[in-house]
């Protein structure tokens, strides 16, 4: 099964602050009143006035996202900072073999990473995007990691997140149906 993330998480009330004015922001309501904005080419065009550009190289150090986060989205990311930290995460897995990559901007400046992480065979808490969360302020909880505790797991790609926020849902919605499902199979 594949998986796909290019998006921006933090506080749910600093994100619509920054975004209440754009026609293509779309945010995800996610747990601990965190939320996700996925960063589509309509969004990148609308933040920075350019179309979006990709690398063509492999994921490392030197280029450890999919999107070049150029100067004008930079300078976004840093700007929406001052008023709490904010984070840029991109993972793409299938069969077993992607990436995950991260970095964190607090106080107007980048904060932390950029990281990449090509093999993913280290202990889940140190991947970049677990490692991204705990600087964003994810508290543990009863999930595996702070990915899952925030409940990225609940979609699979972009799409996905876009229909999620349209809709309004919480990362909560899914865990209500579950229970749900349960309590009707259990025949309570």
């Not at 990691?145 to 990225?152: I, K, N, Q, S």
């Amino acid at each position: 099964m594949s998986y796909q993330l290019s998006a921006v998480i933090a506080d749910v009330e600093l994100l619509r602050e920054q975004t209440a004015e754009l026609d293509h922001a779309v945010l995800g309501g996610l747990r601990q009143d965190f939320a996700l904005l996925p960063v589509t080419p309509q969004l990148v065009e609308e933040l920075t006035g350019a179309l979006p550009n990709y690398s063509v190289e492999e994921r490392a150090d030197e280029h450890p996202f999919d999107l070049v986060l150029g100067p004008a989205l930079t300078a976004t990311l840093a700007g929406w900072s001052r008023r709490g930290p904010v984070a840029y995460v991109e993972a793409e897995f299938f069969g077993g073999l992607g990436y995950q990559s991260a970095a964190v901007w607090l106080g107007g400046a980048l904060h932390w990473g950029p990281r990449v992480d090509t093999t993913l065979d280290s202990p889940r808490e140190g991947w970049p995007i677990n490692s991204a969360l705990v600087e964003l302020g994810v508290e543990p909880g009863s999930w595996i990691d702070a990915f899952a505790e925030l409940g990225l797991h609940l979609e699979r790609n972009t799409a996905g997140w876009l229909a999620h926020g349209r809709r309004r849902l919480s990362a909560d919605y899914w865990d209500e149906l579950a229970e749900q499902w349960e309590e009707e199979q259990s025949g309570r």
